[in-house]
């Protein structure tokens, strides 16, 4: 007769799994002692008829596999993998490989769907983009393509609490993404990187001048200074930043009402103009000039060129600031061809 299988039997010391389960019941090792077939008592003792304990082990193990999975997961969206995925992806996009690459970049800015305490990833690759943008300003079409793009593909369950809309419920999917990066935008713009560069460039003089002299001085001293690296860097992400504010316009990431602002802020020292002003501003208006040179803003765009020749006029002006703004009125007098 075979022997009855009990619960005082189905303990972890005493169960060996010897092999797969038959039809008509599994086989165990208890102590030694063989047993070759389970009756229906049995199979009631392990919780239902014909219940493997092959199953149970690895319905166990799946779950433990599962919580690892996830744990995996939330490291693998740390800053700092982040960084370091979606700045290899920026630095490989190009017009050829376009579609791909931002497909990639969005898939890591959606990762934010399962993020309660706010969008973290999808801000910090807002700021990547930006970054990128400024500091590669030849390249900042594409990137203004990138973040139009984004704008029409983050996922909707992406939000934040913290942003609401009219309606008063949080903002979402593209719209948040829109949201953040004009925040960026604006911050940046109005956090007086035009007064940065212009101490750099401050700083970049007096080297200059002890250039000229001192004898220990000379091009290599200054060429090879932190004050002209400085002024260098502040310099070429300021127009940077000006020119995707403008390919942004163009796209329609940006009202023309905003556009407008964006060229106050840069003439409203109209009496003694800096030549980082000038060049800004000619950087911007050479980006934007057409799309704005309308029957709408006709009005708005004469008093701009109104003041771009008398600052023609401004013995302060120097020599290479006054090209420039030769440059950009000729341009309009070609209707921007």
Known sequence: MSPTLSSNHLRDRDLKITGPARASGPSFQFSGAQLQQSDRAGAAACGSEGVSLEIVTTLHLTAKRRKAKALASVVQESPE????KVKAL???????????????????????????????????????????????????EVYATLCR??????????????????????????????????????ENFN???????????????TINDQADTSQEYGDVALYESDEYYAAHKEKRRGLGLVKFIGELFKLQM????????????LIRNTGNPQEVEIESLCKLLTTVGSKLDTAKGLAQMDSYFELL???????????????????????????WQ
């Open 309 to 335: 020749k008398e600052w023609m006029k401004n013995p302060l002006v120097s020599s290479r600031s006054k090209f420039m703004l030769q440059d950009v009125i000729e341009l309009r007098e070609r209707t």
């Open 191 to 205: 956090r007086g990187w035009v007064t940065e560069e212009a101490s750099a460039a401050t700083a970049m003089k």
């Open 90 to 140: 920026l630095n490989k996009l190009t017009l050829e490989n376009f579609d791909s690459i931002s497909d990639q970049i969005i898939a890591w800015a959606n990762k934010s769907e399962k993020e309660i305490d706010g969008p973290e990833t999808l801000i910090r690759v807002i700021c990547l983009i930006f970054e990128k943008a400024t500091d590669e300003a030849i390249w900042s």
């Open 81 to 84: 993998l982040v960084d370091h």
């Open 254 to 265: 940006l009202r023309e009402r905003i556009m407008h602002k964006y060229l106050s802020k």
């Open 149 to 186: 793009k984004m704008m029409s593909q983050i996922s909707p369950r992406v939000l934040d609490e913290g942003i609401k809309n009219s309606r008063g419920k949080p903002l979402v999917g593209g719209q948040l993404f829109h949201k953040h990066l004009l925040n960026i935008c604006r």
